[in-house]
């Protein structure tokens, strides 16, 4: 035997002895065993045993364009052979990293022209955190460096990424958050909204915003950050009076609007971006995930006229930057993914047609003793758990009920990702119909199961 067929016959052990996952209690990982995923086509992938399991969350939430695009993989090779690296920065640059600066702004609203590239979301948000006091520095205000975020909000995991978040378990590994970043309350309307409408209740939270601002003083506050539908915490769509609000206080209190489009762009939504969806205008957005479906890492910061102009004709050297900004074959991964997303009218698929499918798939779970309410936006979508619809009454354990219903669902062939009470949906961009209809399926069976456990 080689070496590398005896090592795959054993890689679960040398998972075990070698590796350390992410996010993960390794000590019952191990003693669990990991799962092996071996390959991928269209929204499937398959593990070394051969099982076969519908990928309802896109690898995590990036695989926009699907599994097996060869493509991209041929574009990958391409720029291999070409130049396989090359950094952009001393007066350099690549085709593919130029191309794609200019492909991103054209989908992006007329005041976004620029973007700075980065190798992961996470990075991206590190980067406009430091423009954004830049900006304001270079006019003259350096106090004014303050960022608000939000309680369960996810902004990566660098120090500046986990400050930005708003998880507390994340905050209590590394004495976090760093100095300069504070958090106000999320639009969690089912588990937070108590007896105001949903409507009231946006409105509610928006203004916390500016009640942080006016007590920390506008002249010391640099930006407020926040996803368009926040992710990681559960898929929360907000309410619609929210994000007219936030982008109304922004304005009249002068401090930048940071959306984090790591997930919600490249189609998610059923619109280019997250804020298209919702009609704001970001002056900073980072970007990361569905940029190349996943296929090759890379994110950026999508940079408003506003703030571009200041960056480029005012600060001299933005003192920022990573060997990897702008990697050319990352790049071309990228580029020709965004060519299938535009060839293929994804982002107006998912609009008119698969976003619309799923969303009346997840709602005629309703039903449902143990759903409380689904919510979807384009292919982003949550069910949530409930012991009691009536007064919207929740588990005592919630994580509990929620890997009930995801288990069950990993046994049956669907992959689902489960946030405490909600289960998670983000499928690749191209699933078609019957597909969704598996999904639907799958996880009425899995809502049964989970039911008569938590009812002991
Ligand atoms: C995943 C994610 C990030 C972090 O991206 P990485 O590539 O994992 O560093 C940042 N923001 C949001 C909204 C995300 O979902």
């Given at each position: 035997m080689s070496n590398l067929s005896a090592a795959a016959s054993n890689l679960g052990a040398l998972d075990a002895a070698h590796h350390i996952h992410p996010f993960s209690d390794m000590q019952k990982l191990n003693?669990?065993?990991?799962?092996?995923?071996?390959?991928?086509?269209?929204?499937?992938?398959?593990?070394?045993h051969g099982k076969k399991y519908l990928d309802g969350f896109a690898g995590l939430w990036c695989v926009n364009v699907g599994y097996g695009r060869k493509e991209i993989t041929e574009a990958v090779m391409r720029q291999m052979n070409e130049l396989p690296y090359y950094n952009t920065f001393f007066g350099t640059t690549t085709p593919p990293t130029v191309l794609l600066a200019q492909k991103i702004t054209s989908h992006a609203g007329p005041n976004i022209n620029r973007v700075f590239f980065t190798g992961s979301g996470s990075e991206a948000n590190d980067t406009w955190f430091r423009m954004a006091r830049v900006y304001w520095a270079t006019l003259g205000k350096p106090e004014k460096k303050m960022v608000i975020a939000r309680r369960n909000g996810y902004h990566g995991s660098t120090v500046v990424g986990a400050s930005l978040g708003g998880m507390k378990y994340m905050h209590e590994q590394g004495a976090l958050p760093i100095e300069g970043i504070v958090h106000i309350g999320q639009p969690y309307w089912y588990g937070e909204g108590a007896d105001l409408s949903p409507a009231e209740f946006g409105l509610k939270v928006a203004r916390e915003l500016e009640a942080k601002i006016d007590e920390l003083g506008e002249d010391n506050v640099a930006a407020f950050v926040a996803e368009p539908i926040q992710g990681a915490g559960g898929v929360i769509v907000p309410p619609e009076t929210y994000w007219p609000e936030i982008a109304r206080i922004c304005k009249a209190r002068n401090i930048l609007l940071v959306v984090d489009e790591v997930i919600c762009g490249f189609g998610r939504t059923g619109q280019w971006f997250g804020h298209q969806h919702f009609g704001v205008e970001p002056d900073l957005a980072p970007i990361a995930k569905g940029l190349s479906s996943g296929y090759l890492p890379i994110g950026g910061v999508m940079v408003s006229d506003r703030v571009g102009e200041v960056l480029v004709n005012e600060v001299g050297d933005f003192n920022h930057g990573f060997t990897y900004s702008g990697h050319p074959v990352c790049a071309a991964a990228a580029l020709e993914n965004l060519r299938i997303i535009e060839d293929e009218k994804l982002v107006e698929r998912v609009r008119d047609d698969v976003g619309p499918y799923l969303a009346a798939g997840l709602k005629s779970l309703e039903?449902?003793?143990?759903?409380?309410?689904?919510?979807?936006?384009?292919?982003?979508?949550?069910?949530?758990?409930?012991?009691?619809?009536?007064?919207?009454?929740?588990?005592?354990?919630?994580?509990?009920a929620g890997i009930e219903v995801r288990n069950h669902c990993l046994a049956n062939g669907l992959v689902l990702r489960a946030t405490g009470d909600r289960m998670l949906y983000s499928p690749p961009l191209v699933i078609s119909r019957s597909e969704i209809d598996d999904m639907i399926t799958i996880t009425r069976n899995g809502l049964d199961h989970a039911?008569?456990?938590?009812q002991g």
């Amino acid at each position: 035997m080689s070496n590398l067929s005896a090592a795959a016959s054993n890689l679960g052990a040398l998972d075990a002895a070698h590796h350390i996952h992410p996010f993960s209690d390794m000590q019952k990982l191990n003693a669990a065993g990991t799962r092996i995923i071996e390959r991928g086509e269209g929204c499937y992938i398959f593990d070394n045993h051969g099982k076969k399991y519908l990928d309802g969350f896109a690898g995590l939430w990036c695989v926009n364009v699907g599994y097996g695009r060869k493509e991209i993989t041929e574009a990958v090779m391409r720029q291999m052979n070409e130049l396989p690296y090359y950094n952009t920065f001393f007066g350099t640059t690549t085709p593919p990293t130029v191309l794609l600066a200019q492909k991103i702004t054209s989908h992006a609203g007329p005041n976004i022209n620029r973007v700075f590239f980065t190798g992961s979301g996470s990075e991206a948000n590190d980067t406009w955190f430091r423009m954004a006091r830049v900006y304001w520095a270079t006019l003259g205000k350096p106090e004014k460096k303050m960022v608000i975020a939000r309680r369960n909000g996810y902004h990566g995991s660098t120090v500046v990424g986990a400050s930005l978040g708003g998880m507390k378990y994340m905050h209590e590994q590394g004495a976090l958050p760093i100095e300069g970043i504070v958090h106000i309350g999320q639009p969690y309307w089912y588990g937070e909204g108590a007896d105001l409408s949903p409507a009231e209740f946006g409105l509610k939270v928006a203004r916390e915003l500016e009640a942080k601002i006016d007590e920390l003083g506008e002249d010391n506050v640099a930006a407020f950050v926040a996803e368009p539908i926040q992710g990681a915490g559960g898929v929360i769509v907000p309410p619609e009076t929210y994000w007219p609000e936030i982008a109304r206080i922004c304005k009249a209190r002068n401090i930048l609007l940071v959306v984090d489009e790591v997930i919600c762009g490249f189609g998610r939504t059923g619109q280019w971006f997250g804020h298209q969806h919702f009609g704001v205008e970001p002056d900073l957005a980072p970007i990361a995930k569905g940029l190349s479906s996943g296929y090759l890492p890379i994110g950026g910061v999508m940079v408003s006229d506003r703030v571009g102009e200041v960056l480029v004709n005012e600060v001299g050297d933005f003192n920022h930057g990573f060997t990897y900004s702008g990697h050319p074959v990352c790049a071309a991964a990228a580029l020709e993914n965004l060519r299938i997303i535009e060839d293929e009218k994804l982002v107006e698929r998912v609009r008119d047609d698969v976003g619309p499918y799923l969303a009346a798939g997840l709602k005629s779970l309703e039903d449902h003793p143990m759903v409380g309410q689904t919510q979807c936006v384009g292919l982003m979508a949550a069910v949530q758990l409930v012991e009691d619809k009536a007064d919207r009454k929740r588990f005592e354990d919630k994580e509990k009920a929620g890997i009930e219903v995801r288990n069950h669902c990993l046994a049956n062939g669907l992959v689902l990702r489960a946030t405490g009470d909600r289960m998670l949906y983000s499928p690749p961009l191209v699933i078609s119909r019957s597909e969704i209809d598996d999904m639907i399926t799958i996880t009425r069976n899995g809502l049964d199961h989970a039911w008569k456990v938590m009812q002991g």
